[in-house]
């Protein structure tokens, strides 16, 4: 057959030392569904974002490292079933109706840019508007949200969403018909409530406690990540945020101050020094979320399948093959926490 003519041209080539360069790459065809890309799990229809609703995002993958971050790549890049934890979420931010994204990225920066590029399904590539920022192996979250200011307008609304998360798309969907209004002092955050037995959480998550005296407005009067214990806590942040221009001035203030790292957390508290809080909290309301922050969390959403992310039915066993690692490689895991 060809490749056999092909392979035994290389050789004699070779023989005769003719043969400059040239590789063959293998690879497993990609299965259509419809004439779509079968490497995401395919998502519940929702209604078409209303005209007023957040359509941009900001993707940052340039925190601090954390457990799942080697030298062979940021925990962002492991991939889940057939897909990266990246791409995933740009797919549910895709379903979700947002339009635009800019991808900080920090550490690997440029493997995380290469992997969405070649990995991220063909239908959602072409539809969202991807733009990237590389801002080095030594920049932290905060400092680099300063440098998205330029890629938005003082008018502009928009989703921050950890890279190293994935959502409900409907959860991405209550964010971004928040009623956040463009020029006003305030924020968003989408709160987890039922924390009690979560797998794995790490001990830097933001840890919030609520004021319920309006229950169509519920609002933080404090946010942390250190000085509360979970205990004391009403909720956990869920790694997803509705902010406006003012976000820039908040990171501001803090980056002109003595702190030399600060984080999300430290700039959302900038909200909750008025009187009422101006940091409005959405509750998740039961609907799936998922932050792969240790190796716990990652073992525990293998085992559970997390089925009801807003797959549809004849997707719900996506994570049946479990993750794999930068190289492709299984990553074995044994079961963690409740099911």
């Not at 609703?53 to 900001?58: D, E, G, L, R």
């Not at 493997?111 to 508007?129: A, G, N, Q």
């Not at 492709?328 to 895991?333: E, F, M, S, Y």
Request: contains cysteine.
């Amino acid at each position: 057959n060809k490749m056999a003519d092909g392979l035994q041209e290389w050789v004699t080539q070779a023989e005769q030392k003719t043969l400059v360069w040239g590789y063959f790459r293998f690879c497993k065809p990609m299965l259509l569904r419809d004439g779509k890309d079968a490497s995401a799990p395919r998502y519940r229809a929702l209604p078409a974002l209303p005209p007023t609703a957040i359509k941009a995002a900001i993707v940052s993958a340039a925190g601090r490292l954390g457990e799942l971050d080697t030298r062979a790549g940021p925990g962002c890049l492991i991939s889940m079933g057939k897909l990266s934890i990246v791409a995933h979420l740009l797919v549910q931010l895709h379903s979700a109706g947002i339009e635009r994204v800019l991808v900080q990225c920090g550490y690997m920066g440029q493997k995380i840019e290469d992997s969405i590029r070649r990995t991220l399904p063909s239908e959602v590539y072409k539809k969202l508007e991807i733009q990237f920022m590389q801002l080095g192996n030594d920049c932290l979250h905060v400092n680099s949200l300063r440098q998205a200011k330029e890629f938005f307008k003082p008018d502009e609304r928009f989703l921050i969403c950890m890279a190293n998360h994935i959502f409900d798309p409907t959860l991405i969907q209550k964010m971004a018909c928040a009623p956040l209004q463009a020029g006003a002092e305030e924020a968003y955050a989408l709160v987890e409530t039922d924390f009690v037995g979560m797998v794995g959480v790490p001990a830097t998550i933001y840890k919030v406690r609520l004021h319920r005296q309006d229950l169509q407005d519920v609002r933080a009067v404090q946010i942390t990540t250190e000085l509360m214990a979970l205990d004391n806590a009403d909720g956990v942040c869920a790694g997803l945020f509705a902010c406006n221009y003012t976000v820039f001035d908040k990171v501001d203030a803090l980056a002109s101050g003595e702190a030399v790292y600060f984080t999300m957390a430290d700039v959302l508290a900038g909200y909750v020094t008025s009187f009422p809080s101006s940091l409005h909290c959405m509750t998740t309301d039961k609907k799936v979320w998922f932050a792969a922050e240790t190796k716990d969390t990652l073992a525990y959403a293998i085992s559970n399948g997390l089925r009801d992310i807003g797959i549809i039915s004849d997707d719900s066993k996506w994570l049946q093959d479990g993750a794999f690692d930068f190289e492709g490689k299984p990553i074995h895991t044994g079961p963690v926490g409740q099911a």
